[in-house]
């Protein structure tokens, strides 16, 4: 029997987190099946060398429209479906495929509709601050249940994200694991006895203050990459290890395959795309003790407690005092991000499309806000 397949895709972007590599290697891997991909860009502008990026895998085009969590105002993201629908007409898109589940609420559309949480403000508060999310912005919950609701599938991560997601906002109809990939080939070079991290350090959820304390505890030197200032007012100040700022992306999987040692403290994280391109490299893992970590990684890291700087400098210390350990945990975690490759992501992705198209011709009634 034929598979269903999208020739066309409307898929949304921003240039703010790990979204964007994801999108940009997706859409890199589907055309070889002849599926095109048009990015509808939201919230910040993308920097040149993104915009650059982005029209050498597919079309770009930037809505003035923002993230649902960049934004105070609910009614800002009421323009989203209208501005979608132009999109659709304007480039005969077959499937949207969107990248926050918000962006699904009320839309009124004759297609395919697969929506990806990749994180969300409600899962964040429960994960890092043990809350629920604050009463002026219960909007986002609301808004994300619409879009799950609109949804002919729904695209996560990693199982304990499902879980989270779950546990936050009850049953979820069509709800699907896929893994994330990366596309990174590590180049052959002698490994260096530093510890790389890299993140969005001024997010909490990343946890970058436990790691600073930690460089000043261990015997390596500690490098962090990633902006410290976020797109919201927030800032982190990287006090006692190196502090690289914000690098291209090429710099930074340079820097992984040079890293010994690859770190990472969060308290939140649906799936981990620096640990993943960590692993590619061969560099052992330290990794916070959370459930994402554990069903990826368990094996082929150590682990240490997220809250708690000494664990991550013994942790450290363990593999900068034992090559052997460090090599065979490298090992390791290489072998086990095979299984994380952008053939089986992509295929998996495909199939989800094909239920979708199935299912679209029966959605039900809208959501209405």
Partial sequence: MQVSRPRRILMTVDAVGGVWRYAMDLAKALRPYDVETVFAGLGPPPSAEQSRE????????????????????????????????????????????????????????????????????????????????????????????????????????????????RRCYGPIANLEVVYNSCRFEPPPVRKEEIVLAAGRWWDEGKNGAVLDQAASLCRARVLMAGPTEGPAGQHFAIRNAVRLGELPHQEVTALMAKAAIVASPSLYEPFGLAALEGARAGAALVLADIPTYRELWNGAALFANPRHPRSFADAIDRLVDDGAMRTAIGELAQRRSGEFSAGAQCQALLNVYARAMQRSGSVGQRGKL
Wanted: glycine residues 6%; contains cysteine.
């Fill in 54 to 165: 982005a029209c050498e895998t597919g079309t770009l085009t930037w809505l003035n429209a923002p993230l649902d969590w960049t934004t105070e105002s609910e009614d800002r993201l009421n323009l989203i479906p209208d501005l979608l629908a132009g999109l659709i007409e304007e480039h005969s898109i077959d499937l949207l495929h969107l990248n926050l589940p918000s962006q699904a609420a009320c839309l009124d559309i004759d297609l395919p509709v697969v929506v990806v949480s990749h994180s969300c403000v409600v899962t964040w508060f429960d994960s890092v601050r043990g809350c629920d999310v604050p009463v002026g912005w219960l909007w986002q919950e609301r808004r994300n249940r619409l879009g799950f609701d609109r949804a002919d599938a729904v695209m996560v991560p990693s199982s304990s994200h499902a879980g989270a997601l």
